[in-house]
T-cell receptor
Framework: GEDVEQSLFLSVREGDSSVINCTYT??????LYWYKQEPGAGLQLLTY?????DMKQDQRLTVLLNKKDKHLSLRIADTQTGDSAIYFC???????????FGSGTRLSIRP | GAVVSQHPSRVICKSGTSVKIECRSL??????MFWYRQFPKKSLMLMAT?????????EQGVEKDKFLINHASLTLSTLTVTSAHPEDSSFYIC???????????FGPGTRLTVL
């Protein structure tokens, strides 16, 4: 079956890098996503990666995919207070016609 | 581009009443719209998928008579929570896609509180 797991909380110091990790179970993943949700708001797509890629970089964001271990990570360089939010890992697979979300990681920034 | 709006953003209603939530794609034609429910500190749960002009496909465990979905045009889908009860209180989020489930654009969500 499909399952996406993330740790619930992460706290980092302003200016440091944040690394949010995610594991998934379905090896037939096609796309893997990272979404950001600010308080009381909907989801904003941050970035996505095709399952045949290992890495994708977009400004401060770096996504790493380890298909063998079914592990996805999102690195945010130079974390700012505006990065405080819940980050959802998600996937689509060849078997499920929908996006499957993890439970979200709440990122908090300390001065 | 790819903006999705929801209305209302927040609604409080009495138990037993029905509430309608609108989801609009503002700058593109959405052949498919999705409705999600998000519980506090939980992930998004897909409730149903609707294609314009046809009946919605509901996920297992979601009551279709309780959560009525209409997708009458390429820019508008509505979710009606019928005879709402306090356990229906939640954050409802819609998304819209012009080309399948891989690329969805999300609305800002509607907070429903049933007293």
């Amino acid at each position: 079956g499909e399952d996406v797991e993330q740790s619930l909380f992460l706290s980092v110091r302003e200016g440091d890098s944040s690394v949010i990790n995610c594991t998934y179970t379905d090896s037939s993943s096609t796309y893997l996503y990272w979404y950001k949700q600010e308080p009381g708001a909907g989801l904003q797509l941050l970035t996505y990666i095709f399952s045949n890629m290992d890495m994708k970089q977009d400004q401060r964001l770096t996504v790493l995919l380890n298909k063998k271990d079914k592990h996805l990570s999102l690195r945010i360089a130079d974390t700012q207070t505006g990065d405080s939010a819940i980050y959802f890992c998600a996937e689509t697979t060849s078997s499920a016609s929908k996006i499957i979300f993890g439970s979200g990681t709440r990122l908090s920034i300390r001065p | 581009g790819a903006v999705v709006s929801q209305h209302p953003s927040r609604v409080i209603c009495k138990s037993g009443t029905s509430v309608k939530i609108e989801c609009r794609s503002l700058d593109f034609q959405a052949t498919t719209m999705f409705w999600y429910r998000q519980f506090p500190k939980k992930s998004l749960m897909l409730m149903a998928t609707s294609n314009e002009g046809s009946k919605a496909t509901y996920e297992q465990g979601v009551e279709k008579d309780k959560f009525l979905i209409n997708h009458a045009s390429l820019t508008l889908s509505t979710l009606t929570v019928t005879s709402a009860h306090p356990e229906d209180s939640s954050f409802y989020i819609c998304s819209a896609s012009a080309g399948g489930y891989n690329e969805q654009f999300f609305g800002p969500g509607t907070r429903l509180t049933v007293l």
